[in-house]
């Protein structure tokens, strides 16, 4: 699966060091770091700098021309501008905020510098969140807010920002942030965390506390929270809704079931009962199902499968995924994958009978992660990626297909269906060897994931704790919610 797109800009500190002068020739002048950072090193193609004693030193080798992308970073950065230009071929001047260069402003001296660093945990607070953007961005300016409904998450280009992503466990640092006050973006797919930050100190190296760097649990945009739009169509068997709950998405029950009453997220009935609206409802309505930005259509019995025929219904499910939307089935549920997009599985039996898949068992069985970051984060968890217990895995993917599709210039690509774990299979076995237990693609702007096993168990019973399988599919409901530069039209 495509991962974030970012142009992450190095600004490590350069070894040399140039005389801080005068452009107009008057070499005797002491070193400022506001002029350092903006008259010599972002006039010279750097992204800023500073003085070491009467020198200056630049945060990168110098090609002595200014670039306006550099240029624009040092002043945000160093100055507390809005922006900057490139006024000759050796000259950049900042904007909005500045008077030609001098003091922006701001209680602190420009060109002054501080770190931050932390952790980002998911919902919860329960795991860390690997691959969260995080940056920060001038208080002037305003963080926009996110779309409500369904949308193509196109990604955001923070290279004139300070920014990093978080690692495997979590953690993060930022270094040479230019002193004031900021916003805080903490960012993994549709959840968000914006919080504000002062750095007054030179030097500062600020330790950010867990509730300014966990990603929320409900909505919230006034208070600078946001979670996606979620749909659960109930079923029977699997209960991602209880997962949810363990994220505090939901009030978690002393038997570790949801409380539905307070869950924040949508239920339909999907087989399972309880008054809910049926599951007719959400996808014979396109209006309807473009107000989620995830979907949970987890393993049931035969309630809806009359539905699969419905050729409305089908263009709703494609069109929403097409347009940005996240598709989550789990195992005997797969045909809400199959028949909607029938090239990127291969399940057992005839693809064209309702269930044909479902002949098998139930089976618990050790596979493997096969998804390298997935398999950092997950061994950083005390989860061995080589040798993970899958429980109660019901139906057998025989394979995965790769789809042609066209990109957005028409040309003709190959869109393949990314396997994140495998194992052996039990009676019945499609052919030898290890075969998909987790998948997911591409269509559109929106993703489909799929996974053979429970998420939450029916035979397994309702658990305190997360098994490795629950982990998986938390992380994977974050990551297939990332951005994307590579939209699909099929």
Known sequence: MPRTALWIVATMLSGGLAACTNPEGDDTMSCTDLHCAIGICASQGVPGGRCVGNSCSCDGERTGTCDVTQCGIACRNYAGATGGTCTSRTSCECSGGTDGGTDSGYDVPPGAHASIH???????????????????????????????????????????????????????????????????????????RVRQIALRTDGEDLALPLDTTTLPNEHAPAAGDAVPHIAVALGVYDHPEDLLAKISMAELMP???????????????????????????????????????????????????????????????????????????????????????????????????????????????????????????????????????????????????????????????????????????ADHPCSGGNLPYTASFLFGCGRILYSTYHTVGEMEGPHPSLYPQELMLLYLAMEIGVCTDDVIIW
Request: proline share 5%.
């Open 118 to 192: 932390g952790q980002v945990l998911g919902p919860g607070g329960l795991f860390p969140v690997a691959g969260a953007i995080v940056y920060v961005q001038r208080t002037s300016t305003a963080v926009a807010a996110l779309p409500e409904g369904n949308y193509c998450q196109r990604c955001l280009d923070v290279t004139a920002l300070p920014h990093t992503e978080s690692a495997a466990d979590g953690t993060f640092r930022i270094d040479g942030i230019g002193l004031g006050d900021y916003w805080l973006v903490v960012h993994k797919g549709q959840f968000r």
């Open 255 to 425: 038997d570790f079931r949801a409380s539905l009453a307070t869950a924040d997220f949508d239920l339909y009935d999907n087989g399972y009962g309880g008054g809910y609206p049926p599951m007719a409802d959400l996808v014979r309505d396109r209006f309807q199902m473009d107000q989620y930005q995830l979907i949970f259509v987890p393993c049931t019995d035969e309630t809806n499968d009359a539905l699969l025929g419905d050729t409305t219904v089908r263009d709703n499910i494609r069109g929403w995924v097409q347009a940005g939307g996240k598709w989550f089935v789990t195992d005997r549920s797969y045909e809400w994958i199959e028949w909607m997009f029938p090239a990127a599985l291969d399940m057992q039996g005839d693809d064209s009978v309702i269930g044909a898949a479902d002949q098998c068992c139930s089976y618990d069985a050790v596979g493997r992660v096969l998804d390298d970051d997935m398999g950092a984060w997950l061994g950083g968890l005390g989860t061995d990626p080589a040798a993970v217990e899958f429980r109660e895995l019901w139906d057998n993917a025989c394979g995965v297909g790769t789809i042609m599709g066209l990109d957005e210039d028409g040309h003709e690509v190959p869109v393949p269906v990314t396997v994140f774990a495998e194992g052996p299979q």
